[in-house]
Nanobody, 123 residues
Framework: QVQLKESGGGLVQAGDSLRLSCVAS????????MGWFRQAPGKDREFVAA????????IYADAVKGRFTISRENAKNTIYLQMNSLKPEDTANYYC????????????????WGQGTQVTVSS
């Protein structure tokens, strides 16, 4: 199995920045494609950012494009989400995700989720 652990969330003011981290461990020998989702109270899970195998190599939700940046350190099995110019509407629980190449994020046995880290942005 693959385990994912997020960190870096917190309470910030609008306009502030945060950097989320996610460390992958366990059975990570196969290629994992990683990304970030978020879920606000009373709302559906929302895609935020992810790596992809095509061109471009990263993809972002329109709501965060230009403000958020996904990056990685492969040697540390770690990905990051740099969040700048945070807005109150960014308030959500942020989840690190990973999927095996060729499977969707919704795959029961070939996609993995962290427990989430809370980001709260006050106005």
């Amino acid at each position: 199995q693959v385990q994912l652990k997020e960190s870096g969330g917190g309470l910030v003011q609008a306009g502030d920045s945060l950097r989320l981290s996610c460390v992958a461990s366990g059975r990570t020998s196969s290629r994992l494609i990683m990304g970030w989702f978020r879920q606000a109270p009373g709302k559906d899970r929302e895609f935020v950012a992810a790596f992809r195998t095509g061109d471009p190599s990263t993809i972002y939700a329109d709501a965060v494009k230009g403000r958020f940046t996904i990056s990685r350190e492969n040697a540390k099995n770690t990905i990051y989400l740099q969040m700048n110019s945070l807005k109150p509407e960014d308030t959500a629980n942020y989840y690190c995700t990973a999927r095996r190449e060729g499977y969707s994020w919704d795959s029961r046995d070939n996609a993995y989720w962290g427990q989430g880290t809370q980001v709260t942005v006050s106005s």
